[in-house]
């Protein structure tokens, strides 16, 4: 049973950095792509960065420069560094996992229950 556990949120002011951490269990989590998305109110599910079981990484132009994803796969671990935050960038982020690093979030399989992020300016 696939099982990832977000952890890391919180609040900052902008400029400041977080980041976010995705305990995954359950599966073999180095053959797996994983990905980081986030949720506003009332709007889309939006994906922000990905990282395949090669370690090729894709981000949204929205966070290039600013947000790091890494996976250390000894820990069965996703990571999210965000420096240079900016209130736009509030939202509930949430890890994804499946085989395939899919470009619509509605075709990733597993997901977290997701960390908030608030970004005060």
């Known amino acids: 049973q696939v099982q990832l556990v977000e952890s890391g949120g919180g609040s900052v002011q902008s400029g400041g950095s977080l980041r976010l951490s995705c305990a995954a269990s359950?599966?073999?989590?180095?053959?797996?792509?994983m990905g980081w998305f986030r949720q506003v109110p009332g709007k889309e599910r939006e994906g922000v960065a990905s990282i395949d079981s090669d370690g090729s990484t894709s981000y949204a132009d929205s966070v290039k420069g600013r947000f790091t994803i890494s996976r250390d796969n000894a820990k069965n671990t996703l990571y999210l560094q965000m420096n240079r935050l900016k209130p736009e960038d509030t939202a509930m982020y949430y890890c994804?996992?499946?085989?395939?690093?899919?470009?619509?979030?509605?075709?990733?399989?597993?997901w977290g229950q997701g960390t908030q992020v608030t970004v005060s300016s």
């Open positions: 359950g599966y073999t989590y180095r053959r797996y792509c």
């Open positions: 994804a996992a499946d085989f395939v690093c899919y470009y619509n979030e509605y075709e990733w399989r597993y």
